[in-house]
């Protein structure tokens, strides 16, 4: 079990952080059932070197924070190739990122509210599917 009175420290400190911490902390209280395609890995280890790349951390800092997330063991949604069929079909519809459009389909797969913090995504996602932009996120008692 990972601790929630030190997980607030491995997020990166930047605008809605402290959504991010409430998001962080209902996942570790078990209050949020966070599910993400597995590509979610790479974007957290990209966004980890960037700031790495950028200097705001060390690589070590950057290795901790990257085991901690791994042993977050997150809910993966499995994608088949119809679910890959389909990211494509709607990037290219939308003028949208495959990376952005994986977290849409993966939504829409699973009947799921998705969840970001990217204002262009939000607009372009909630015309189809629940959406909730990071800034809205209340939490829930």
């Given at each position: 079990?990972?601790?929630?009175?030190?997980?607030?420290?491995?997020?990166?400190?930047?605008?809605?952080?402290?959504?991010?911490?409430?998001?962080?902390?209902?996942?570790?209280?078990?209050?949020?059932?966070?599910?993400?395609?597995?590509?979610?890995?790479?974007?957290?280890?990209?966004?980890?070197?960037?700031?790495?790349?950028?200097?705001?951390?060390?690589?070590?800092?950057?290795?901790?924070?990257?085991?901690?997330?791994?042993?977050?063991?997150?809910?993966?949604?499995?994608?088949?190739?119809?679910?890959?069929?389909?990211?494509?079909e709607?990037s290219?519809?939308?003028?949208?990122?495959?990376?952005?459009?994986?977290?849409?389909?993966?939504?829409?797969?699973?009947g799921?509210?998705?969840?970001?913090?990217?204002?262009?995504?939000?607009?372009?996602?909630?015309?189809?599917?629940?959406?909730?932009?990071?800034?809205?996120?209340?939490?829930?008692?």
């Amino acid at each position: 079990m990972i601790d929630a009175s030190v997980a607030s420290r491995f997020l990166l400190t930047e605008d809605l952080s402290d959504k991010a911490e409430l998001i962080l902390k209902g996942l570790l209280n078990e209050t949020l059932d966070l599910k993400a395609p597995p590509l979610i890995t790479y974007e957290v280890g990209n966004t980890l070197w960037k700031a790495v790349k950028r200097g705001y951390i060390s690589l070590n800092e950057a290795e901790k924070r990257f085991k901690y997330f791994l042993r977050l063991k997150l809910n993966t949604i499995e994608l088949n190739i119809q679910d890959h069929k389909e990211i494509l079909e709607w990037s290219i519809k939308n003028d949208a990122t495959y990376y952005d459009s994986t977290y849409v389909i993966s939504s829409k797969k699973i009947g799921a509210t998705l969840l970001t913090a990217d204002d262009t995504l939000h607009k372009k996602a909630s015309r189809e599917i629940p959406t909730l932009h990071l800034k809205n996120y209340k939490e829930s008692r």
